[in-house]
């Protein structure tokens, strides 16, 4: 399945997939949006399945946003498992 992005006042809504076929597209695309904008809020809500490659994106996504200065916010069904996967830490 394709990924379909819907802006809505300030938050894009994701819906498909976010993968490997789907993840570059998706990187372009808010990197330009990043661009005119002080802050990038995605929301998970539609998002069917996200890979590796997804997750890479969002991370990248991320590091753009802190070196730019800019706000980034995740929300939805999702947004536990992405916030776990930047900031919790195995620690041995």
């Known amino acids: ?3 379909q992005i819907f ?3 300030n938050v894009y809504h994701l819906q498909g997939n976010l993968t490997d076929t789907t993840s570059e597209n998706a990187f372009m ?9 002080s802050e990038l809020a995605l929301n998970l809500d539609k998002v069917e399945k996200i890979d590796v490659k997804g997750m890479a994106t969002i991370n990248d996504l991320v590091e753009l946003a802190i070196k730019e200065n800019k706000s980034f916010t995740v929300s939805g069904w999702g947004q536990k498992d992405v916030i776990e996967f930047f900031f919790l830490t195995d620690v041995a």
Request: hydrophobic share 25%; charged share 25%; no cysteine.
């Open 1 to 3: 399945m394709s990924l």
């Open 29 to 37: 695309y808010f990197t330009e949006q990043l661009k005119n904008k």
């Open 7 to 9: 802006q809505e006042s």
